[in-house]
């Protein structure tokens, strides 16, 4: 069975930062694409950074851009989303989720992305 469990969450003031991480198991990782979501209290669910099999290739929401930055580790199964200059906008439930359908480019759309971990709290307090 396919596993996406998220750590690192936490409670920090803003203009700090925080690393998730994402380890994955039950499926082969390095073929997958990765992402990070992220539910605001009371909002929908977005998109918020995506990488590519090889890491080659990253894509960004224009609301993190400049201050997040997502990387792969493969060999540890495992996906990182580094955030700094955390506002407290970026309050949310961040989600980890893979994409095992091979693509040209990197999805940013979730429902091209098959598997979900649970979810870890973020809350950014001014």
């Known amino acids: 069975q396919v596993q996406l469990v998220e750590s690192g969450g936490g409670l920090v003031q803003a203009g700090g930062s925080l690393r998730l991480s994402c380890a994955a198991s039950?499926?082969?990782?390095?073929?997958?694409?990765m992402g990070w979501f992220r539910q605001p209290p009371g909002k929908e669910r977005e998109f918020v950074a995506a990488?590519?099999?090889?890491?080659?290739?990253?894509v960004y929401a224009d609301s993190v851009k400049g201050r997040f930055t997502i990387s792969r580790d493969n060999a540890k199964n495992t996906v990182y989303l580094q955030m700094n200059s955390l506002k407290p906008e970026d309050t949310a439930v961040y989600y980890c989720a893979a994409d095992h359908t091979p693509r040209w480019t990197v999805s940013r759309r979730q429902g091209e992305f098959d598997y979900w971990g649970q979810g870890t709290q973020v809350t950014v307090s001014s």
């Open positions: 039950g499926l082969t990782f390095s073929r997958c694409a």
């Open positions: 990488i590519s099999w090889t890491g080659g290739s990253t």
